[in-house]
């Protein structure tokens, strides 16, 4: 990647002069390698620091076109590292262009420290006019209902001691972003001592907790009485190691695993112990397998409730419910879901749990369960219908399959009707999971946080996009090209919110009314948006409208030489809305997709 080199280099770091130097070399002592910004004055003083204090290293400056795009890149790190990133954000109107993104991230509980800044508390201090109006007394009341901890700090040392605070409560379980906002005084004010600062290598993070010794014992026994136990693996770690103890531990227990594309990869999507395909819902299959199971164990399952009642189920099966969610749950977001009927609830880190589990499994003999697991599901075959200038959504899995084939790829991200045959994860970090709380927008974002997370490790980043998601968040992209971050943007175009029409449909259906009349308000269409245009605008290399296979396998080979070259790339292929249509049955009941 690109690194903004400095006009006039420092020599050495100077002396700590101002308040915002000490925000600087706190940020500096953290692990935060990046802080993503939209440039805003509320700020200056920190920017000042970042750049003539710290050199514009640890962190290093990503700079973004919208304070959405800034949150989102922190969140697409995160969905790959585990770790967060730095967030800088303008006053009060930074944060309410940002507040969707801080909300798909606490929906996706990952982890970001953000710095945000309001106009001098002192108002002998304001500006006219534009510090008045960029002054709020409670500014974090605008993120406080999904923000996992807040602060507006009143003096230098307050501010060290905040940010400290902050880093340590985002990176501890289970995660989500913080906020301290730094009043602009403040990070102006000149030091007149010495600041102590705060000692980091006390402040860690606390363990995540464990289940108790009962709890595992008791669980341990469930397993072992249960004739066809299915294990949920919702949000849990995504290293290899983790990742390699839920496969022994599946395999030694003889279970049946089922996993969700709303979170990523946890568990290998081929594996026979995994017979169903993951769905953004439960699909028919993962129903089937949840009827059939006696003994359900969640692992932090994202809406267990209401996965349970689709699939009728929990009044003969024994569930288990493993996790430590509830920590962040409160009367405004209701990302708490429906309340599950469980017959054991254990307030724990799920990893802890398959730790505690595996121990014992490793002990005992592998267990050979008669009809359990199940031949693995079918998949539905897609819509053979379509327009001659459109692919199906399986002849674009198909190409990129065969374009990308012996190369290691990362998915940040899918659209809503990829085919399930298409799906095959066998690493943690081959798919990154949906946006959390479903802000349409998010994907580009997401991409290019993924992007950085990935320079140099050798691996690609693939999003592949629906239209509307890449037109609200486009800008965004422009972010990878400054920064040459290497990452391939597909768009899956049906030149429709197409998911809402659906939803029309249904209406009409139910009311009697015209299903023709469905595509009104929904059509990206007359005059076409032009997107292949738009990444060029912003840097990237652009192709398409692509309308064929064979054009298709042609923009793939010069996409990826650009890729691989270290550019960001994007292609504009035009897809059937046919293959929405009866496969992906997770898509009744959502919005915008």
């Known amino acids: 990647m690109k690194i903004e080199k400095l006009t006039v280099p420092i020599a050495e770091r100077p002396k700590m002069e101002w308040g915002s130097d000490v925000v600087a070399e706190v940020l500096n002592q953290l692990d935060l390698p990046f802080i993503s910004l939209t440039p805003g004055a509320s700020y200056r003083g920190v920017h000042d620091s970042l750049v003539n204090y710290l050199g514009n290293s640890k962190p290093e400056m990503i700079l973004c076109l919208h304070e959405e795009h800034a949150v989102a890149v922190a969140h697409g790190y995160a969905k790959v590292t585990g770790k967060p990133m730095a967030v800088a954000l303008h006053s009060n109107v930074g944060l309410m262009h940002a507040t969707m993104a801080i909300f798909n991230a606490f929906c996706d509980r990952m982890p970001m420290l953000i710095l945000g800044a309001t106009g001098p508390l002192d108002a002998s201090e304001r500006r006219p006019w534009i510090d008045w109006i960029h002054t709020a007394s409670d500014q974090a009341a605008l993120i406080r209902q999904y923000c996992k901890w807040d602060d507006q700090p009143g003096s230098i040392s307050a501010a060290a001691n905040s940010i400290a605070r902050a880093d340590m409560i985002t990176r501890s379980y289970p995660c989500g972003p913080t906020y ?19 000692n980091l290598k006390r402040h860690l993070p606390p363990s995540p907790p464990a289940p108790s010794q009962k709890d595992v014992d008791q669980v341990w026994q469930l397993l072992l009485q249960a ?11 995504r290293t290899e190691k983790t990742w390699n103890d839920r496969v022994r531990l599946v395999e030694r227990l003889g279970a049946c695993v089922l996993t969700d594309l709303k979170v990523g990869a946890v568990f290998p999507t081929k594996h026979p112990a995994q017979p169903a395909w993951p769905g953004s819902r439960v699909t028919a299959p993962g129903r089937d397998l949840i009827n059939q199971a006696d003994l359900i164990l969640s692992l932090d399952w994202v809406d267990l409730g209401g996965t349970l009642q689709t699939a009728d189920a929990g009044n003969t099966q024994i569930i288990i419910s493993c996790s430590n969610d509830a920590a962040l749950h409160n009367g405004w977001s209701k990302d708490h879901y429906q309340m599950p009927e469980v017959d054991l609830s254990i307030c724990a880190d799920p990893n802890a749990m398959v730790d505690a589990l595996l121990a014992k499994a490793e002990k005992e003999s592998a267990i050979s369960r008669t009809d359990w697991p199940p031949p693995p599901a079918q998949s539905e075959p897609e819509s053979e219908g379509k327009e001659s200038d459109q692919l199906l959504m399986s002849e674009l899995a198909a190409e990129l399959r065969n374009a990308l084939e012996g190369t290691k790829v990362t998915w940040t991200g899918l659209p809503l009707g990829w085919s399930r045959g298409d799906l095959d994860f066998d690493n ?15 994907g580009p974002g997401l ?61 009409a259906i139910t009311r009697g009314r015209p299903v023709e009349n469905r595509w009104v308000g929904q059509h990206l269409r007359d005059p076409d948006p032009d997107l292949a245009t738009i990444a060029k605008g912003h840097g990237l290399k652009g192709y398409g409208p692509i309308k064929s296979t064979e054009e298709l396998a042609g923009a793939l080979k010069e996409a990826l030489l650009e890729v691989k070259a270290g550019n960001a790339a994007l292609i504009d292929v035009r897809v059937s809305a046919r293959g929405y249509q009866g496969a992906p049955p997770e898509m009744s009941n959502q919005g915008r997709g």
């Open 447 to 507: 991409a290019v946080g993924a992007a950085l997370a990935l320079a140099g490790s050798g691996r690609i980043p693939v999003a592949v996009l629906g239209d509307g998601d890449y037109l609200m968040g486009s800008s965004a992209l422009w972010t990878a090209a400054h920064h040459k971050l290497p990452l391939l943007v597909v768009i899956a175009n049906n030149r429709s919110y197409y998911n809402d029409e659906v939803h029309q449909q249904r209406m």
């Open 428 to 442: 943690p970090l081959d798919y990154l999971g949906r946006d959390g709380g479903a802000g349409v927008g998010a």
């Open 227 to 237: 004739k066809k136990p299915l294990i949920l693996v919702g949000r849990v770690s």
């Open 180 to 198: 301290v906002c730094l009043d602009a005084g403040l990070q102006e004010e000149q030091i007149s001592a010495e600041v102590e600062l705060p």
